[in-house]
Nanobody
């Protein structure tokens, strides 16, 4: 059973930065796609960024140029560096682990709040 533990959320002023981390256990981390999603109040969960086992990366248009996703297979950890944060980035951020069998695993979520 895959388990994901997120950390790094918090309260920051607009223009500030945060770094989220997600440590995975119980699976073959290096073979799977890792991603970050977010869900704001009253909105659907949306993709922020993901990174495949081959290091192909996707970003949502709303975070391109401001967020950077990376992975460290030796530590079974995926990161999301968030710079130039905006109030509209406020959401619960979820780590996602997507397997080749098309199974999704989710972390518990970490709150990011950006004040104006």
């Amino acid at each position: 059973q895959v388990q994901l533990v997120e950390s790094g959320g918090g309260l920051v002023q607009a223009g500030g930065s945060l770094r989220l981390s997600c440590a995975a256990s119980g699976g073959i981390f290096s073979r799977n796609t890792m991603g970050w999603y977010r869900q704001a109040p009253g909105k659907q969960r949306e993709l922020v960024a993901d990174i495949t086992s081959a290091y192909r990366i996707r970003y949502s248009d709303s975070v391109k140029g401001r967020f950077t996703i990376s992975r460290d297979n030796a530590k079974n950890t995926v990161y999301l560096q968030m710079n130039s944060l905006k109030p509209e980035d406020t959401a619960v951020y979820y780590c996602n682990y997507y397997t080749s069998d098309r199974v999704n695993y989710w972390g518990q979520g970490t709150q990011v709040t950006v004040s104006s």
